[in-house]
C-alpha cells in the first residue's frame, strides 16, 4: 500500500501549551498522509481550547471524564481512519522522518505488531531514553532498557526486534489491535503499555525497535517525577503486571522480589525521608490487590466489513 493512513494519537492532560510544542512539530512531518486526533483527559483547570484554535488541522476529543492513559487512547482509537496508530505523549517533539521510517519498518515486516522509535531526553546532549528493551528480568520483575542515559553516538542505529516499546512513542496496525485488544484500561498509568505489548506478542506478532526514527521526550510532565499517584500506580502496576503476564517461577520470583526486597527497600526510604504520603501510596497499591479485582478483562475493538 502506497502512504497508509497513520492515526497519531495523543493525550492532554492540563497541558495546552505543552501539547501545541508537540503539534508543532507534527507540522513538520515529511510523511504525507497522517491524521491528527488529540483526546482531552478531562481537564479540571486548564481550557484545552487553544490546541483546536492554534492547530484545525487536530481533532479534538474532549473527554468527561479521566479516563487515564490507557483509556485516553481507547477513545482516541475508536475515532481513528488509520491504517496504522501512532500512539505519542504529549510531551513529545518528533524528527521529521519519524512515520516514513516507522511505516516502512511495518510495511517491510507483516510480522511486526508493535514498534518504538529511538527516544532522545528532550534538552539533554542526546542522552538516550530508550533503544530497545531487553524485557523484563523473570527473577525482578524489572525491565532493562538499552542505552539509558548513554549519549547517542550511533552505537544503537540497527533496527531489530525487541522484548519491549516505550509508551512515549509506539505504533501499532490497526488490525493487529482488533485481533490483540485495545490497551488495557486496568492499569490507569503506567506498565498498560508493557502489558499491551505482551498481549500483541502472544498474538503471534514481534515488537521492534526503529532505530532510524527518532523522538525527543520531556518525561513525565503531566504527572511529575515526584508525585504521590505516580508512587501509587507504579506499585500497584508493577505488581499488576506480574501477576497478567508471568507463569510459575517467573511469577513466584518476580513476585517474592518485590515483596520482599522492592517493597521493604521503597518503604524505608519514604520512612526515612519523611516522605509518609508516598509510604502510604505504596501501601495503597499493594492492598488493591487484595480486593477481588478481575485483572484479565481486556476489550476490543468491533469488527467492521471493511
Not at 483546536?52 to 481512519?81: C, M, W, Y
Amino acid at each position: 500500500m502506497l502512504n497508509p493512513l497513520v492515526s497519531i494519537i495523543s493525550i492532554n492532560y492540563n497541558q495546552a501549551a505543552v501539547t501545541c510544542a508537540m503539534l508543532e512539530s507534527l507540522r513538520h512531518l515529511t510523511y504525507p498522509n497522517y491524521e491528527v486526533i488529540v483526546v482531552d483527559n478531562a481537564s479540571p483547570t486548564e481550557d484545552p481550547s487553544p490546541i483546536a484554535e492554534q492547530f484545525p488541522e487536530a481533532r479534538l476529543i474532549r473527554s468527561t471524564v479521566n479516563l487515564g492513559f490507557a483509556g485516553g487512547n481507547n477513545l482516541g482509537i475508536k475515532e481513528a481512519k488509520g491504517d496504522y496508530c501512532l500512539f505519542l505523549n504529549n510531551d513529545t517533539e518528533v524528527a521529521p522522518n519519524l512515520l516514513d521510517k516507522l511505516v516502512a519498518a511495518f510495511e517491510q515486516n507483516k510480522k511486526t505488531g508493535i514498534a518504538s522509535p529511538k527516544i532522545i531526553f528532550h534538552g539533554t546532549n542526546q542522552l538516550i531514553q530508550y533503544a530497545g528493551c531487553e524485557g523484563i528480568n523473570p527473577w525482578t520483575g524489572r525491565g532493562t532498557v538499552v542505552g539509558y542515559l548513554e549519549p547517542d553516538a550511533g552505537q544503537y542505529d540497527t533496527s531489530h526486534t525487541t522484548s519491549l516499546i516505550h509508551g512515549a512513542a509506539m505504533m501499532v496496525p490497526t488490525h493487529v489491535i482488533k485481533q490483540a485488544g485495545l490497551m488495557p484500561e486496568l492499569y490507569f498509568l503506567y506498565y498498560e503499555e508493557l502489558d499491551w505489548c505482551e498481549m500483541i506478542k502472544r498474538m503471534g506478532y514481534q515488537s521492534y525497535y526503529e532505530a532510524g526514527a527518532t523522538v525527543y521526550h520531556k518525561e513525565s510532565t503531566s504527572v511529575g517525577q515526584g508525585s504521590v499517584m505516580r508512587t501509587y500506580y507504579l506499585n500497584r502496576n508493577r505488581l499488576l503486571f506480574i501477576r497478567r503476564n508471568s507463569r510459575g517461577w517467573h511469577f513466584w520470583s518476580g513476585f517474592l522480589f518485590f515483596l520482599f526486597v522492592a517493597v521493604p527497600k521503597n518503604s524505608a526510604m519514604y520512612a526515612v525521608r519523611n516522605q509518609w504520603a508516598h509510604l502510604r501510596a505504596l501501601w495503597r497499591g499493594l492492598g488493591w490487590h487484595l480486593r477481588g479485582h478481575n485483572i484479565y478483562q481486556n476489550h476490543f475493538l468491533p469488527h467492521t466489513s471493511s
